[in-house]
């Protein structure tokens, strides 16, 4: 039994006591033999013993008190009541999400959803619910049951959009659906452009649509956050610009290209393993000339035999020009069979 019940009975039965009482007060002998109190009010009188006007003090008192009582609990009743239904429902909802969890750890994606869901409206963590009921459906491939979980924890919860949007994602990418992942990803990004899992998931996306410009606006904000380490950034920045450059040579077009190296960040145009590939680029597109002292300068600092044949390929308008600039590595490559090789084809091509 409840205390707001055994309250109520107490102060019932006080109160019962109370009226007995008063009406058995003019009955007793003992009042009949004591003083009288008379209390005057226009023309009405009052007269009364003084143990009698004692007694109705008490009285009134008691049956005041336990009135008021009574009234302050029944009114208190619904809520305890409420408050107890309340309760009830909580840890029943508790009950189902730990339920649920286990479920779905389990890999049991259906009965984990019944589960979740049963009691989700009525749980105070019904965000929780609806997102692991979102993966479950997801897992079992009910895609319609995932996207409306979803929807439902966005509406319960519209302060944790983060939240909501970043599963949602997850799920699409899981799905390799990277368009619908891209559109929630977007709104990620204006609400929290800094977020690590954000930018981690924007990178895959990216990657899987082979969207190389995206992806290099993306790097350094990648390289910024430390959303990678450092050895993965500069992987995936030989990835990404190396795609770029392909992308724009088979334009064939060497000013375009030129415009395209010239935008990447200074330490990328830097890479050994990335010129190469603008350099021949370039070649290809018979902008050749436009690259020579750059590639020059690139051997100079750094000697490789791919950078020594891109040389060769270069045809400059004077190729005694050519063979004399090369002819000055012979000082500290002297016996390197592709620099012999390359000063004979640039000899003959002078004339010589």
């Known amino acids: 039994m409840s205390a707001v019940k055994k309250q109520l009975i107490l102060w019932s039965v006080v109160l019962v006591m109370a009226v007995v009482a008063a009406l058995l007060l003019p009955r007793l002998a003992l009042l009949k033999n004591a003083g009288y109190v008379l209390i005057g009010w226009g023309q009405w009188e009052l007269e009364l013993t003084v143990v009698t006007l004692v007694l109705v003090f008490i009285v009134g008192f008691v049956l005041l008190y336990a009135a008021v009582r009574l009234v302050s609990l029944l009114v208190r009743l619904p809520l305890q009541v409420k408050s107890k239904k309340e309760a009830a429902q ?79 994602a997850e799920l699409h990418l899981a799905n390799e659906d990277f368009e619908q992942a891209l559109k929630s990803l977007n709104r990620l990004e204006k609400i929290a452009p800094a977020n690590a899992q954000v930018l981690r998931m924007l990178h895959t996306a990216y990657s899987r649509l082979e969207d190389w410009e995206a992806l290099g606006k993306l790097l350094p904000r990648l390289h910024k956050n430390k959303v990678l380490l450092e050895a993965e950034v500069r992987l995936l920045e030989m990835e990404t610009y190396g795609a770029m450059l392909r992308d724009k040579a088979k334009g064939k077009d060497a000013k375009a290209l030129k415009e395209l190296w010239e935008g990447f960040p200074e330490h990328v145009r830097q890479l050994s393993d990335l010129q190469p590939i603008y350099f021949a680029a370039m070649i290809e597109a018979e902008g050749g000339e436009m690259v020579e002292p750059a590639l020059r300068q690139a051997l100079t600092a750094h000697w490789e035999e791919p950078l020594v044949v891109l040389y060769g ?40």
């Open 313 to 352: 390929a270069i045809e400059l308008p004077d190729a005694q020009i050519q063979l004399h600039n090369a002819e000055r590595w012979l000082g500290q490559h002297p016996a390197d069979p592709i620099l012999l090789r390359i000063l004979g084809k640039l000899a003959a091509r002078a004339g010589q």
């Open 90 to 168: 909580a840890e029943a909802a508790f009950k189902s999400l730990l339920q649920g969890l286990k479920e779905s750890a389990e890999g049991n994606w259906e009965k984990a959803e019944r589960v979740l869901i049963e009691n989700a409206a009525l749980s105070s963590a019904s965000l929780v619910h609806y997102l692991v009921a979102a993966r479950a459906a997801h897992q079992r491939g009910a895609l319609r049951e995932r996207d409306e979980y979803l929807k439902k924890a966005h509406e319960e919860s519209p302060d944790a959009e983060l939240a909501v949007k970043l599963t949602e």
